[in-house]
């Protein structure tokens, strides 16, 4: 004797309906997880400005990446990616602004990690390394905003581009992303 769930639409045999429920809560799974937050990061921001949600961001490793204390220490996992390749070609400089962001910037970006603020080791900035930190960079795949203000770091047949200064610029740096 076959046993059927039948009424006069469909019929299903219980194992048909078995396969049916479990890919049902399957599917119910698969969604619930597609929706939820990625790389939830705990927000810190004692000057009360907005700052979204970093959804794709990863711990910045300090072995490979330097990074100032007290800047952040997320970043977005593609830009991870880039500012690595920089650092295998390129041990001058370190991170000055990660996520979340310690400061208001202009551009939302520093709002969800997906760019961040460079600069040269202060030991070791002029004109030339700053030129070849640009050319590194760009060839890292990263694009680049000078904000190092002082033209005396800037030429004609630099790579970095020219120095912009905005309002909530606090220092000479490069802002990538």
Known sequence: MKTQLHN??????YKQAGTLIAF???????????????????L???DKFEIGLCRGCSL????????????????????IKKL??????????RI??????????????????????IALQRNLLNKERLSDLCRDA?????????????LKYY?????????NIFETTTGGHLHVY
């Open 8 to 13: 006069r639409h469909f019929h299903l045999n």
């Open 24 to 42: 049902l809560v399957l599917a119910i799974f698969v969604i619930r997880f597609l929706n939820a937050p990625k790389n939830k990061v705990p």
């Open 44 to 46: 810190t921001n004692k």
């Open 60 to 79: 910045v490793d300090s072995k490979s990446l330097i990074i100032d204390s007290d800047r952040g220490e997320y970043l977005d996992a593609n830009l």
């Open 84 to 93: 690595t390749i920089l650092a295998g070609e390129n041990k001058d400089w």
């Open 96 to 117: 000055t602004e990660a996520y979340p962001p310690t400061v208001q910037h202009l551009s939302f970006c520093h709002q969800n990690g997906t760019c961040a603020d």
């Open 138 to 150: 760009l060839a890292s795949g990263l694009t680049v905003v000078n904000e190092y203000g002082d």
């Open 155 to 163: 030429f004609n047949n630099s790579f970095c581009p020219k120095p």
